[in-house]
T-cell receptor, first 111, second 113 residues
């Protein structure tokens, strides 16, 4: 059974650029959630995808968008990057409410 | 007011001692409760779910008080490897976002020799 994998592990972008982060969910898990964790804070819910459709969204602007593919892998896209977008981005997969497994995250730095 | 609040600590604990800390949550409709552990610059990992009747997993004991809306975690016989940030997590389990985990900012525990 493979876990949740995220890529890339680290990324440096310039303010105003766009970024795509990727997540492969744990085998059999049909739900993917994305979280943003700023330094010294707990993870904040961005959105969730269930069977390729967005199913819930946190308090993030529309420049944060996502996709889920038929194999349940997912992408998080952020447009017009701002300095405050610098954070650890975590992907979590789950099967209904049978626990949530987190990937090791992508550390994004916006300069 | 934050949805999930925790004492940030740090709790400095001698090896072998017991440490306990709480978190409070604001939404009485919350359905699922968890403790996650996060090591520095790593992803959160599930430590244990928290049930209304309270539950124990080895040296760890979790309690839920729905009336007062708090969750507790107790660690007995602390080990150096218990040093980490402990995240309190609540899930509303609403139909439109049942996967929305609400995290506290974490309680840092430092176990010293």
């Amino acid at each position: 059974e493979t876990g949740v994998t995220q890529s890339p592990t680290h990324l440096i972008k310039t303010r105003g650029q766009q970024v795509t982060l990727r997540c492969s969910s744990q085998s059999g898990h049909n739900t993917v959630s994305w979280y943003q964790q700023a330094l010294g804070q707990g993870p904040q819910f961005i959105f969730q995808y269930y069977r390729e459709e967005e199913n819930g969204r946190g308090n993030f602007p529309p420049r944060f968008s996502g996709l889920q593919f038929p194999n349940y892998s997912s992408e998080l896209n952020v447009n017009a990057l701002e300095l405050d977008d610098s954070a650890l981005y975590l992907c979590a997969s789950s099967l209904v409410d049978v626990g949530y497994t987190f990937g090791s995250g992508t550390r994004l730095t916006v300069v | 007011r934050k949805e999930v609040e925790q004492d940030p600590g740090p709790f400095n604990v001698p090896e072998g001692a017991t440490v306990a800390f709480n978190c409070t949550y604001s939404n009485s409709a919350s359905q699922s409760f968890f403790w996650y552990r996060q090591d520095c610059r790593k992803e959160p990992k599930l430590l244990m779910s928290v049930y209304s009747s309270g539950n124990e997993d080895g040296r760890f004991t979790a309690q839920l008080n729905r009336a007062s809306q708090y969750i507790s975690l107790l660690i007995r016989d602390s080990k150096l490897s218990d040093s980490a940030t402990y995240l309190c997590v609540v899930n509303l389990m609403t139909t439109d976002s049942w996967g929305k985990l609400q995290f506290g900012a974490g309680t840092q525990v430092v176990v010293t020799p």
